[in-house]
């Protein structure tokens, strides 16, 4: 990789335990920024094949295709840890906003439509082809094209969710109309765009509706035993197995989903117990999740009213106004539903043929273990496939531990060399999250303001959904970042605060969607908030305060 012509970039000081080897001098001068979003903890060699680069790539190629000042994007696992860099084109930082203003003009009000319409129908096409694909049956030579064409898969579907960027940059529009027009923050016009159907708020609708229904019988056992042994003693009851069977059809169309980006973890549908858990916190929610929603968007429409009559003199701004707010309100539909079936379908279902060369290496005795998949190399899958019966469990054994040896350590936000001031890129951070200013007292952090309101409450760090059980009604949730698994959680939570994201990450936007105080961005949120300690949180200052 070869940096373009820049300013000499300034070397960012490393942790003297997080060493770095790079492959050149020239990644050296580059600025790389941990993959927290998306990838915070951890990650497996086969992921960082298969997963890492097809988010950074494409997430270049999409801010590039809107006219931005990027010229490519490198991605390297380091320690373990997923770090991405966007290497800026100084050629291109002049009319950089005319050219993005354009992209939203011309690409982005028809967004949702190209969705609905050719992009959704395109990835689930993919994701039923891997969910339906025979793979007790499929031969070593079928099943190494299937796991070509779902690398390739990887890439395009990727491709797709970074295509919509001019359609995610309405929020955008919305928070300038609305700034110009009435003197409203960004937070306040986020909020005007909540209310419209997404899949994220169903599916935590149809759980809370499924934990309700349920008999007195199953709410005791799931209210009262840790998931697994829940799913067992339901299985040994003719009102548990009609239950799980209940679920079993909410998880067909709802679970293929996990708690991370990794295929360390299974799906809900791989491991139905895994939802126990949330229907665990559901049976303590008094209010359907559809309702907070609905209560959110009544609220909307009504301040979209008061807006409206102050312009009832100007027809002109009227006119904009409605537009703009009509096509707005399909940003929270556009962002979760593409999550849904990109961000959590798809990277569930592809980890099935995977799982299946897990199954045939460990009966070949290559692996120790069927999970032990992730810790695979991509030319060692094509190479047993492909007839190769090398032992590989050293090998695995190895990485896992190195996993193991990380797994607690929290690393640089960025490495590598910092960019010149040009080379910001204030265009994303209400998505990504913009820089704070660290807080020099101890017992509050700072963040990004992400859903207005404050709550009080017991902090609950929380890194994986594997920790879920942990999580009680009126804790205030403390994580690296949400996906949509996380979602039914949320209907519990008195607030949220996470290391990564801004007001426009799924994080922020479900929280909006339930009526929760949400703070993102904090970066060191899991690492300086104790668990169980009592906090404060202000949503909209994006504050948090530690009690002792």
Request: glycine share 8%; with cysteine.
């Given at each position: 990789?070869?940096?373009p012509?820049?300013?000499?970039?300034?070397?960012?000081?490393?942790?003297?335990?997080?060493?770095?080897?790079w492959?050149?001098?020239?990644?050296?001068?580059?600025?790389?920024?941990?993959?927290?979003?998306?990838?915070?903890?951890?990650?497996?060699?086969?992921?960082?094949?298969?997963?890492?680069?097809?988010?950074?790539?494409?997430?270049?190629?999409?801010?590039?295709?809107?006219?931005?000042?990027?010229?490519?994007?490198?991605?390297?696992?380091?320690?373990?840890?997923?770090?991405?860099?966007?290497?800026?084109?100084?050629?291109?930082m002049?009319?950089?906003?005319?050219?993005?203003?354009?992209?939203?003009?011309?690409r982005?009000?028809?967004?949702?439509?190209?969705?609905?319409?050719?992009?959704?129908?395109?990835?689930?096409?993919?994701n039923?082809?891997l969910?339906?694909?025979?793979?007790?049956?499929?031969?070593?030579?079928?099943?190494?094209?299937?796991?070509?064409?779902?690398?390739?898969?990887?890439?395009?579907?990727w491709?797709?969710h970074?295509?919509?960027?001019?359609?995610f940059?309405?929020?955008?529009?919305?928070?300038?109309?609305?700034?110009?027009?009435?003197?409203?923050?960004?937070?306040?016009a986020?909020?005007l765009?909540?209310?419209a159907p997404?899949?994220?708020?169903?599916?935590?609708?149809?759980?809370?509706?499924?934990?309700?229904?349920?008999?007195e019988?199953?709410?005791?056992?799931?209210?009262s035993?840790?998931?697994?042994?829940?799913?067992?003693?339901?299985?040994?009851?003719?009102?548990?197995r009609?239950?799980?069977?209940?679920?079993?059809?909410?998880?067909?169309?709802?679970?293929?989903?996990?708690?991370s980006?990794d295929?360390?973890?299974?799906s809900?549908?791989?491991?139905?117990?895994?939802?126990?858990?949330?229907?665990?916190?559901?049976?303590?929610?008094?209010?359907?999740?559809?309702?907070?929603?609905?209560?959110?968007?009544?609220?909307?429409?009504?301040?979209?009213?008061?807006?409206?009559?102050?312009?009832?003199?100007?027809p002109?701004?009227?006119?904009?106004?409605?537009?703009?707010?009509?096509?707005?309100?399909?940003?929270?539909?556009?962002?979760?539903?593409?999550?849904?079936?990109?961000?959590?379908?798809?990277?569930?279902?592809?980890?099935?043929?995977?799982?299946?060369?897990?199954?045939?290496?460990?009966?070949?005795?290559?692996?120790?273990?069927r999970?032990?998949?992730?810790?695979?190399?991509?030319?060692?899958?094509?190479?047993?496939?492909?007839?190769?019966?090398?032992?590989?469990?050293?090998?695995?054994?190895?990485?896992?531990?190195?996993?193991?040896?990380?797994?607690?350590?929290?690393?640089p936000?960025h490495?590598?060399?910092k960019?010149?001031?040009?080379?910001?890129?204030?265009?994303?951070?209400?998505?990504?999250?913009?820089?704070?200013?660290?807080?020099?007292?101890?017992?509050?952090?700072?963040?990004?303001?992400?859903?207005?309101?404050?709550?009080?409450?017991?902090?609950?760090?929380?890194?994986?959904?594997?920790?879920?059980?942990?999580?009680?009604e009126?804790d205030?949730?403390?994580?690296?970042?949400?996906?949509?698994?996380?979602?039914?959680?949320?209907?519990?939570?008195?607030?949220?605060?996470?290391?990564?994201?801004?007001?426009?990450?799924?994080?922020?936007?479900?929280?909006?969607?339930?009526?929760?105080?949400?703070?993102?961005?904090?970066?060191?949120?899991?690492?300086?908030i104790?668990?169980?300690?009592?906090?404060?949180?202000?949503?909209?200052?994006?504050i948090?305060?530690?009690?002792?």
């Open positions: 990789m070869t940096a012509s820049m300013p000499m970039p300034t070397p960012i000081p490393l942790p003297v335990d997080f060493p770095v080897q492959d050149s001098p020239e990644e050296a001068m580059l600025q790389w920024e941990w993959e927290q979003q998306h990838l915070p903890l951890p990650l497996s060699p086969l992921a960082s094949e298969v997963i890492g680069p097809a988010i950074a790539h494409n997430l270049a190629k999409g801010i590039r295709n809107m006219g931005g000042p990027i010229a490519s994007a490198g991605f390297k696992r380091i320690n373990t840890f997923a770090y991405m860099t966007m290497v800026p084109d100084f050629a291109l002049e009319g950089v906003e005319e050219r993005m203003k354009k992209a939203v003009a011309e982005g009000f028809n967004s949702y439509q190209r969705w609905t319409d050719e992009m959704q129908p395109e990835v689930e096409a993919a039923q082809r969910i339906n694909y025979d793979y007790a049956v499929a031969s070593n030579a079928e099943l190494a094209e299937l796991i070509e064409w779902a690398v390739l898969t990887m890439d395009r579907v491709w797709l970074f295509d919509l960027m001019p359609g940059m309405i929020s955008q529009v919305v928070k300038e109309l609305c700034g110009r027009l009435f003197g409203m923050s960004g937070l306040e986020f909020e765009m909540q209310g997404n899949l994220s708020v169903e599916s935590g609708s149809k759980l809370w509706q499924l934990a309700k229904a349920a008999p019988s199953v709410k005791n056992v799931v209210g035993q840790r998931a697994a042994e829940a799913y067992a003693a339901l299985k040994a009851t003719g009102e548990g009609q239950f799980l069977k209940d679920l079993d059809a909410y998880l067909n169309v709802f679970g293929w989903r996990s708690g980006f295929w360390y973890d299974p809900w549908v791989e491991e139905p117990s895994l939802a126990l858990d949330s229907v665990r916190l559901m049976l303590k929610v008094a209010t359907d999740p559809a309702e907070d929603q609905r209560r959110g968007g009544e609220r909307a429409d009504a301040l979209a009213n008061e807006l409206r009559a102050k312009l009832a003199d100007n002109a701004a009227l006119g904009e106004f409605n537009f703009v707010y009509g096509v707005g309100k399909t940003y929270p539909q556009m962002q979760e539903d593409h999550n849904f079936y990109i961000d959590q379908k798809y990277l569930a279902v592809a980890r099935l043929p995977f799982v299946e060369v897990g199954r045939r290496m460990t009966a070949a005795g290559i692996l120790e273990r999970e032990d998949f992730p810790f695979l190399r991509l030319d060692e899958v094509r190479g047993f496939l492909g007839g190769d019966s090398t032992s590989l469990k050293a090998r695995a054994a190895e990485r896992k531990a190195e996993i193991d040896r990380w797994k607690d350590y929290i690393p936000q490495i590598g060399s960019l010149p001031p040009e080379a910001a890129d204030p265009f994303f951070a209400d998505f990504g999250g913009a820089e704070v200013e660290p807080s020099r007292d101890p017992l509050v952090v700072k963040g990004n303001p992400g859903a207005r309101g404050t709550a009080t409450g017991t902090a609950r760090v929380i890194r994986t959904l594997a920790d879920a059980d942990r999580v009680q009126g205030i949730l403390v994580c690296d970042t949400t996906t949509p698994a996380w979602t039914p959680l949320f209907a519990s939570l008195a607030g949220i605060v996470a290391d990564s994201g801004g007001p426009l990450s799924h994080c922020a936007v479900v929280a909006r969607e339930y009526g929760l105080p949400c703070i993102v961005g904090t970066r060191v949120g899991t690492r300086q104790p668990d169980g300690a009592r906090i404060t949180m202000d949503g909209a200052q994006g948090v305060r530690i009690e002792r």
